[in-house]
């Protein structure tokens, strides 16, 4: 029996995209791993066959030397961009050594394809809708490590034939999400603040720029990404065409869930305005942005008040404090 391995299933890419796979292509098995660091086991199906492992300390032949691997997706990553100049050893090992280790495992093992998902922080600060014909110019570590790995990679399919597909995803968002992370997945942050009681902030006067994408419109191109020929070794922007201002998106949240305050902090180091082209994703993958960020919000304020009442992650000790917000202190 082929199988498919896919690295962060505990998160949201993984988790859900392993739903799919089981429920559409059947004769696949699927194999997880996840260090558990942020996401969660009871994300993951129960016909997953779960490794918990880190990519960036354990082995992994054993995994690829038991099973016939025909397909990688790499969604793995600590994908908290804001804090990544504080956490950069950290950042670094959790990004490019973890998947320098995935990448040895497709190439020692013949697997057919791996597909990476890479970030829009590649962009850094260029003239959006970024293009995949675009320079990177990423502004922070989080984004350089993503830049890392797509060269590492490129260059493995260049030395050692490895076949590959790099996906840039547009924020997604959605049904098994952590939104206890204080740090990353915007929305995210905003659901378990409301759901808590807290106001809903927002860094700076919210005119930033960002496009928001559902995961279940990201699924089966995802599968794409692996499957079809044209997506061999190419780099893809994935995610939603609709770009909103970070405050028109809070205020679209605020009356679905009947009201919240909203808070501003202090501006942070980031981006202005990000957000891509998608007509490679449509051509390519058959991606359809189907679902608006009104009904894609709808969804998860809905599976949200269901969920767990799970403690915040909050970083127990940064690696750096100078410049640090005073939000994060």
Same mark, same amino acid.
């Given at each position: ?30 194999? +997880? ?172 006067? +919210? ?31 994935? +995610? ?90």
């Amino acid at each position: 029996m082929k199988a498919i391995v896919i690295t962060g299933v505990a998160g949201l890419l993984g988790s859900r995209l392993a739903n799919w796979i089981l429920e559409n292509e059947p004769t696949y098995q699927v194999l +997880g791993i996840d260090n558990l660091s942020g996401g969660y086991k009871d994300h993951i199906d129960s016909r997953v066959l779960f490794h918990q492992l880190d990519l960036a300390k354990d082995n992994l032949d054993p995994i690829f030397s038991a099973h016939n691997v025909e397909f990688v997706f790499h969604f793995a990553a600590y994908a908290a961009e804001g804090l990544s100049p504080f956490i950069r050893k950290y950042n670094y090992t959790n990004n490019v050594v973890a998947t320098a280790n995935v990448v040895n495992a497709c190439i020692a093992h013949g697997v057919g394809r791996l597909v990476f998902t890479s970030s829009m922080a590649v962009y850094g600060a260029g003239n959006p809708p970024f293009d995949e014909h675009d320079i990177p110019n990423p502004i922070d570590p989080y984004g350089i490590a993503k830049y890392a790995c797509e060269m590492d990679i490129q260059v493995a399919g260049q030395q050692h034939g490895l076949d590959w597909c790099i996906i840039r995803p547009h924020n997604v968002y959605g049904i098994n999400q952590n939104i206890w992370d204080r740090y990353r997945n915007v929305l995210g942050i905003w659901i378990y603040q409301k759901l808590n009681n807290q106001p809903i902030t927002i860094f700076g006067d +919210g005119s930033q720029k960002r496009a928001f994408s559902c995961i279940d419109d990201c699924l089966l191109p995802l599968w794409n990404a692996a499957v079809a020929k044209e997506a061999s070794k190419e780099i893809i922007n994935i +995610g939603s065409s609709k770009e909103y201002q970070i405050i028109e998106a809070a205020k679209l949240l605020q009356d679905i869930v009947g009201g919240a305050e909203i808070k501003f902090l202090e501006k942070r180091h980031e981006v202005h305005a990000a957000f891509a082209t998608h007509q490679k994703s449509i051509d390519l993958l058959g991606y359809q942005d189907n679902t608006n960020l009104n009904a894609g919000l709808v969804s998860m304020w809905h599976w949200a008040q269901s969920q767990p009442k799970r403690q915040q992650f909050v970083w127990p000790a940064y690696e750096l404090e100078n410049g640090l917000y005073q939000f994060w202190k």
